[in-house]
Each structure stands twice: as C-alpha cells, then as structure tokens.
C-alpha cells in the first residue's frame, strides 16, 4: 500500500468503527404496557404473591377470560407453581379478566418506536387528533391528559389496539408532541 492509501483505509477503518456502537446504541426497545396496580384486596394479594419475581405491566400482553388467565397463570410457573388460597385466586383472576378479559385488546408486544425527524407543528398534531381520535370519545379526554412522552406512547398504542387510525410515523409524531405540549410539567 502507498502511504495515502494507508492513510485512507486508516480513516474508513475509524469511521466504520465510530459508526458501529453509535447504532447499536440507539437500536430502540419495543414499548411495553405499564399497568397500574389496583387498590384493595387485589392489591394486597399481588404485592404478596406475584411481585417478587417479576412486575405486572406483562398482564396487559393478555386478553383471556377466567378460565384462560387461570390456564395462562399455571403454564407459565410449572417449574414453581405460585401458592395462592382458592378465594385469593378467585380475587385476583376476577381482578384480571375486569381489566385484561376477553373484550380487551392484548398489547403488542413488538411495536418499537421508530425514529423520527421531522416534528408536528400545533396544527398538525390538531388535524391528526380530530381524523384518527375522535371516534369513540371527544378530544376532552386528550386535552385534559397530562403524561410523560413514554405514557403518551403507551396510551396511544392502546388506542391503535382499540381501532384508532393511525400509522406508526404519525403516532411517533404524535406522541413527541403530546410529550411536549401534553407532559407532566405543571407549567403546561
Ligand atoms: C417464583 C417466581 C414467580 C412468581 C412468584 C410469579 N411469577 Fe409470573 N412468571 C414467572 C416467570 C419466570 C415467568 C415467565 C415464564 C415464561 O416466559 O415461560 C412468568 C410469567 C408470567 C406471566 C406471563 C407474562 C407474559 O409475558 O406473557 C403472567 C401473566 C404471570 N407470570 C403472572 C403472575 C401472577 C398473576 C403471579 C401471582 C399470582 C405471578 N406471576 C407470580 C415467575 C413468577
Ligand atoms: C376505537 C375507539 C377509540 C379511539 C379511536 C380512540 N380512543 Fe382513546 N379511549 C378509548 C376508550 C374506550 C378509552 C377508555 C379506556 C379505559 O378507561 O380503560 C379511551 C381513553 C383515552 C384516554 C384516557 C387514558 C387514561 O389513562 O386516562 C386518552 C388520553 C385517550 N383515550 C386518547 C386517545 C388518543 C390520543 C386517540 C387517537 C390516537 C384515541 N384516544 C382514540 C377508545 C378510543
């Protein structure tokens, strides 16, 4: 090799390197459902059986009737059978066909975010609010809504389970504004 050309493979060998982490690092995770604990007896039976192994956002990947979250429940912990007395179950399984039953829709478990680089003006997010989310409720329940962007991002995922009408360029944008004009800053 010349000197030159040495020199050039030498920085298209650092470029390439540089390059390589940088991607591996902004590789976004699938977005996953964040579910809210319940209050009273449910409660207290999840906090003494369920948590120490692992959280409860999973449950929101499910939409199963009794009999199917009481099959889910004993298939997944064969190898270590979880303890609970009848009426405990009972509770909980009722808990969780109220919320995750068979008329629900279970969360994807593959939407990754995709990146985006272009962002929505107020107008813009406004037009795609009224086409794609004023089906089944009014915009009430938007304008009133104050979540960080990742809620933003889950809420609006749900609502695309639900039937909302909206591509995942759109929702991305969507939701960076939400976070933005719609965030859980008390100034806003
Ligand atoms: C001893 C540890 C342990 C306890 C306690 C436990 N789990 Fe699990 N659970 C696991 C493991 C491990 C998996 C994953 C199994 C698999 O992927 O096949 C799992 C999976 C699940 C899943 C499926 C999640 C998914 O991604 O689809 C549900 C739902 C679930 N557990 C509910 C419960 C409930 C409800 C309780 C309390 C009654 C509970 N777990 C208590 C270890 C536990
Ligand atoms: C197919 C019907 C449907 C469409 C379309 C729809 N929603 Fe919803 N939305 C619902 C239902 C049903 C609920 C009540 C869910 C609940 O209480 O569990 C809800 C609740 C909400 C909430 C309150 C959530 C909370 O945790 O407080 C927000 C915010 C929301 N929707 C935003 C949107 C946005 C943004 C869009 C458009 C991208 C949209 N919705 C489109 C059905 C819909």
């Known amino acids: 090799m010349t000197k030159v050309r040495k020199a050039l493979f030498a920085i298209a060998a650092v470029a390439l390197a540089a390059a390589a982490p940088v991607g591996a690092q902004l590789t976004p995770r699938p977005t996953r459902p964040q579910v809210v604990p319940p209050q009273g007896p449910v409660r207290q039976i999840i906090f003494k059986n369920c948590t120490s192994c ?54 994807p478990r593959a939407y990754v975010p995709p990146e985006i680089t272009t962002f929505f003006s107020d107008a813009e997010a406004e037009a795609l609010l009224k086409r794609s989310c004023t089906a089944c409720h009014d915009l009430e329940r938007v304008n009133t809504g104050r979540f960080s962007a990742d809620r933003w991002r889950v809420i609006t995922v749900d609502m695309r389970e639900r039937g909302a009408k909206i591509a995942d360029d759109e929702m991305e944008r969507l939701v960076e504004w939400l976070g933005r004009t719609k965030g859980t800053n008390p100034n806003q």
């Open 54 to 107: 692992h959280g409860i956002d999973d449950y929101g990947f499910h939409a199963l009737d009794q009999a199917g979250w009481n099959a889910l429940i004993d298939e997944r912990h064969k190898t270590k059978p979880v303890e609970l007395v009848t009426s405990d179950r009972e509770l909980l399984v009722g808990w969780l066909v109220s919320k995750f039953g068979p008329g629900t829709r279970p969360f």
